[in-house]
């Protein structure tokens, strides 16, 4: 192949392994209960995954569609992808088949990697081959076909431009869109999360799997596998914190990725005080805010440990970062941050007109730099929606103080209209947090033939506590304005959950309607 003289090449970041292999070829690469693969076994299933793949037609520019709860093998496959120059396409695990197909049509995938587990799944139409990861009725065993593997196809020759992961939003509204992420965009954003989420990383760090490997989690593994140090994989299927705390100590894990929802219920486990948990250095929050209430008590519990970032799928995570040293339990200065703007990328809060904001005023968040996506799939109505002055429009409000800090306010789609009055949950649910027996809030507006919209807030409480609706009403009455008084309460034992652990308020929505409907709420 003929380099042009100003190429855009760049590494492909199947490199990561083998490069690894070489030079750390006996230090484990990835742990998963009693299975231990080092690097140079872990380089080795990667090019026979590969070598699989090109075997059933696979090639560059092709996507890979997966669907499969955290295994070495989800690791693998996408390493596999990578190093053909085709795009991994990894889908949720807990996502319904219905769920799989629009991934599979909207992709265009050749081949379907399969967890035996899901048989159903398997069914979708569209991928011309699929494999299974573990024995199944439907395909052959992915480790199977590995073992009958005989050469190794070269690392791809990539541009920074080319695709590497189809990367599927959340789909907080209608279908979800799928973000380009590129070889050069993510290898930015490898070298930006060891800056500002876990500086000073190295081979002699560990790192803990507290999310799927399919959305930030991922993102996490390419970073740690940058240095060289081992990935820990959980067994249990289900989130366990006996085993999440039990693996801290066992292999004296450094640092470990989660979200906000998963992070309250390790710290409030009662594990948390039966293994040591001294050895860790960086545990890192993203995916949705931390409530103020919920932060303060990580901190007594674990230290000064915990990092925020903000961002989304489109931008890989990397638009603000809260460091460890920023975080404080008693500082009530930046209460309601989410940091300032990330290493080399661009922040700014703009008004409707695209115009700057000035300090504390609040606008859309916005972003430009290397960590932006190269936009979506297919989707050039959403594409043209979501850039403006070359700055991706993140569809989050919030605001900036003068020392560059942001603060959001809550996505534009949370925010309701009651009387003429904009109303931003957000503010509410820190408020309500701050009651001693609530442990979830979620606040939003639903119609109402007076007010246009009216707000419903909907409480979990903490075990054992017994709290009316009346009491938190009161709770509230002297701390926000009386417009922004939630007119209905309801008091429910779980607040529902998204596939990735993170509270989902189309979720909360369409569970109040079916209680309302069945004169249950």
């Known amino acids: ?141 992915i480790d199977t076909l590995m073992g009958e593997v005989t050469s190794t196809p070269p690392l791809a020759v990539v541009d920074r431009d080319d695709l590497a992961w189809l990367f599927f939003t959340s789909g907080t509204s209608g279908r979800p869109k799928a973000a380009m992420l590129t070889q050069g965009q993510l290898g930015f954003v490898i070298n930006n999360h060891l800056c500002d989420l876990v500086p000073g990383a190295t081979k002699a760090d560990a790192s803990l799997v507290v999310a799927p490997l399919s959305h930030g989690a991922g993102m996490h593994h390419l970073m740690i596998a940058a240095k060289g140090a081992p990935t820990i994989l959980p067994t249990s299927p ?149 850039f403006r002055n070359g700055m991706f429009r993140t569809g989050d409000l919030g605001h900036m103080d003068p020392d560059g800090y942001v603060y959001i306010t809550g996505r534009a789609s949370d925010m309701y209209i009651s009387g003429g009055s904009n109303i931003y949950p957000r503010e509410i649910e820190e408020k309500l947090l701050t009651h001693p027996s609530v442990s979830e809030v979620a606040i939003f507006g639903i119609p109402d033939d007076t007010w246009g919209e009216i707000g419903v807030a909907v409480v979990a409480l903490e075990i054992d506590e017994n709290v009316q609706a009346a009491e938190l009403e009161a709770f509230l009455k002297d701390k926000i304005a009386s417009y922004k008084m939630p007119r209905q309460f309801h008091i429910w034992d779980e607040i529902p959950k998204s596939g990735y652990g993170k509270m989902a308020k189309r979720l909360v929505r369409a569970e109040l309607e079916r209680r309302q409907s069945g004169g249950l709420a």
């Open 1 to 141: 192949m003929t380099i042009p003289p100003f190429s855009t090449r760049t590494m492909n970041l199947a490199h990561f392994p083998e490069q690894q292999a070489r030079r750390l070829k006996d230090q484990p690469a990835v742990i998963w209960g009693d299975k231990v693969w080092d690097w140079a076994a872990f380089d080795a299933r990667v090019k026979a995954m590969a070598a699989v793949f090109a075997d059933h037609g696979v090639s560059k520019g092709d996507r890979v569609l997966v669907q499969s709860r955290n295994c070495n093998q989800m690791i693998e496959s996408m390493y596999a992808c990578f190093r053909l120059g085709a795009a991994w396409v990894p889908a949720n695990f807990r996502g319904a088949p219905d769920d799989l197909a629009w991934m599979a049509e909207l992709s265009g995938a050749k081949l379907l990697l399969c967890d035996a587990a899901f048989p159903e799944h398997a069914k979708v139409k569209g991928p011309e081959k699929i494999i299974a990861i573990g024995d199944a009725d439907f395909a052959p065993s």
């Open 238 to 386: 289900q989130l366990d914190t006996e085993e999440i705390w039990r693996l801290v100590e066992t292999y004296g894990v450094t640092n470990m990725f989660t979200v906000p929802t998963i992070l309250k219920r390790m710290v409030e486990a009662p594990e948390v005080s039966q293994f040591d948990h001294s050895t860790l250095k960086h545990v890192i929050y993203a995916g949705a805010p931390m409530y103020r209430a919920d932060q303060i008590r990580a901190l007594e519990t674990l230290g000064p440990v915990i990092v925020q970032y903000f961002g989304l799928g489109e931008v890989t995570g990397a638009i603000t970062v809260f460091p460890t040293e920023d975080h404080s339990a008693t500082d009530h200065s930046r209460d309601g941050t989410c940091g300032y703007p990330r290493t080399g990328m661009q922040v700014e809060i703009q008004a409707e007109d695209g115009t700057p904001c000035a300090p504390n005023v609040t606008g859309e968040i916005c972003v430009t730099g290397p960590a932006v996506f190269a936009g979506y799939w297919q989707n050039p109505k959403a594409n043209a929606e979501s």
